[in-house]
């Protein structure tokens, strides 16, 4: 049997650029199921919509507030996530500390920091591949790019780690995104 893993408060490995600051708690060579992460979102950050289409995903709001969404939209055309609908009347959810979003296999999710202050999450991702090793290839090509990296080799990272673009990276405020 192994032993677990106990970490003071700020220990981990950070993984800090454009626009990322992650402290990586678990990643899945740990061995863990899961990568673990603690994560600041700046204000006005959006990932955008996106799908796994294997892997969950979970987010628990410590600090400010995050919009937040995980489910099938009525129509995935709809640029902007947060003017997107389920078949339930469901909506985007903006939440402060405590909000909570879990993410089953294929189901599009996004979520946000549409306010003035930065927002700090607990982040935990099934996603293969390990999100830890996503984020960094990531900065990788953010610092060999001057910030503006190609948007195929964007697309080819994305493929590798599972993640379908649904919406541009602002929200779905511009045309869709490869980068």
Do not use: C
């Not at 899945?28 to 990568?35: F, G, I, Q, V």
């Not at 995903?57 to 600090?63: A, C, G, K, N, Q």
């Not at 999710?109 to 306010?115: E, K, L, P, R, S």
């Amino acid at each position: 049997m192994s032993e677990g893993l106990m970490l003071p408060p700020g220990a981990g490995r950070r993984i800090v650029g454009g626009g990322l600051d992650a402290t990586v708690k678990t990643t899945m060579d740990y061995p863990a199921l899961t990568s673990t992460f603690e994560i600041v979102v700046p204000p006005g950050w959006d990932v955008g919509a996106h799908v796994h289409a294997v892997g969950e995903e979970i987010f628990y709001v410590l600090e400010g507030q995050l919009d937040v969404l995980a489910f099938e939209p009525l129509d995935r055309s709809v640029s902007d996530w947060h003017e997107w609908e389920s078949a339930t009347g469901q909506r985007f959810l903006r939440g402060g500390p405590g909000a909570f979003l879990f993410v089953p296999p294929n189901t599009p999710h996004a979520f946000g920091n549409g306010t003035d202050q930065p927002a700090k999450a607990f982040f935990q991702s099934s996603v293969p591949g390990g999100h830890e090793h996503y984020f960094d290839e990531l900065m990788e090509l953010l610092a060999a790019s001057a910030g503006k990296p190609d948007p195929q080799a964007v697309a080819e990272l994305r493929t590798r780690y599972d993640i379908e673009q649904l919406t541009s990276l602002d929200g779905g405020r511009s045309a869709p995104a490869s980068a």
